[in-house]
């Protein structure tokens, strides 16, 4: 009897560390800050507004046919839905409010459909609280819908043409500031060149194999993305006037989990942007080169994401909006 009721204790004891542990653990999942949003996977980036104008000369077009000098989120919308039958063939993509962003990774990798290739990251814990991250290609699609935003810009010149990024070119928090806006990044992939007046099929066929990116607001870091930083990659920055901060992309699918701060080169390249600007944005003075345009008809494929592999890309961060603003000119400054 007395073994039974010894028995009987011994297992409502484990019961209850067992109990204590699960506790312990949801406890973890909350309160850390850990790369990718681990926390919730189902919350992502709330609002994006993308604007996109040219200035100096320069004439822009989402399909090649019509050209104007500002495009905005409804003339993207308008190549998906059909509203503008010019481009039927096109791969924009363009998240709204229902679907928004969520953590994907780049090493700016060009595919032979002049596709980047991106990748959406998934992050598990092993029973003793250890996380991994697998990776799957995030291919691109058609839709007002998927995790990250690209479209096709065409960009029309007479001569050769230095493409810069003005000072109303910036990534900004929306009404949500998290510091989400901390991990966005923007590239272009440069799609080839066709003479003025080539036939709508050639111009819009044009593929890149060249990816140029754009790391903005990189001198600046929520107090979640110090401690990410510390905990996760090891890195030691601070919340204001940092240095920039090395990361390293995804450029493979991981299929068996590897740790957050891996750099196994069969899966990550170290990134080094082409484009750096801090929170205080591009100086009116000095615009930042962004790409070269030959005579006639240019392809520029647009990319804007949040990057998952970036310290500020951490559990507190999201649910926060962001907003991409771009402006190109012919012009390196104001005064150019």
Not at 169 to 182: E, L, M, P, R
Request: hydrophobic residues 35%.
């Amino acid at each position: 009897m007395e073994n039974k009721k010894r028995k009987r204790k011994s297992k409502k004891r484990r019961l209850l560390i067992t109990i204590l542990m699960l506790m312990l653990t949801g406890l973890m999942t909350v309160t850390s800050t850990y790369a990718w949003f681990t926390a919730n996977k189902t919350v992502t980036v709330n609002t994006i507004n993308v604007n996109v104008a040219a200035a100096n000369g320069l004439q822009l077009s989402v399909d090649g046919v019509e050209w104007k000098p500002v495009i905005t989120n409804e003339d993207i919308i308008a190549t998906i839905t059909g509203d503008n039958e010019n481009y039927p063939d096109n791969v924009n993509q363009l998240p709204n409010e229902l679907t928004s962003l969520a953590p994907v990774s780049s090493a700016k990798t060009v595919d032979a459909d002049g596709h980047m290739e991106m990748f959406l990251g998934s992050i598990d814990a092993d029973e003793a609280g250890n996380y991994s991250l697998t990776a799957t290609k995030d291919e691109e699609t058609k839709s007002q819908g998927g995790h990250f935003v690209v479209f096709d810009l065409f960009f029309q010149v007479q001569a050769e043409t230095t493409v810069y990024l003005t000072d109303a070119s910036k990534v900004s928090a929306g009404t949500k500031d998290t510091g989400i806006q901390n991990a966005a990044r923007a590239a272009f992939v440069i799609g080839g060149n066709t003479p003025a007046g080539s036939a709508t099929t050639t111009i819009q066929e044009l593929k890149g194999t060249e990816a140029k990116l754009w790391e903005p607001n990189y001198d600046v870091h929520t107090p979640s993305g110090v401690s990410n930083a510390k905990s996760v990659y090891e890195l030691e920055t601070t919340t204001t006037g940092a240095s920039q901060l090395t990361y390293y992309g995804v450029k493979a699918a991981i299929t068996t989990g590897v740790k957050l701060n891996s750099q196994d080169t069969q899966y990550f390249t170290q990134i080094t942007p082409d484009i750096s600007t801090t929170k205080a944005g591009i100086d009116s003075g000095a615009y930042q080169e962004a790409f070269t345009l030959q005579p006639g008809v240019s392809k520029v494929r647009v990319y804007l994401w949040v990057e998952g592999q970036d310290v500020d890309c951490e559990n507190i961060a999201s649910g926060g909006q962001i907003a991409f603003d771009l402006q190109f000119s012919s012009l390196e400054s104001v005064s150019g």
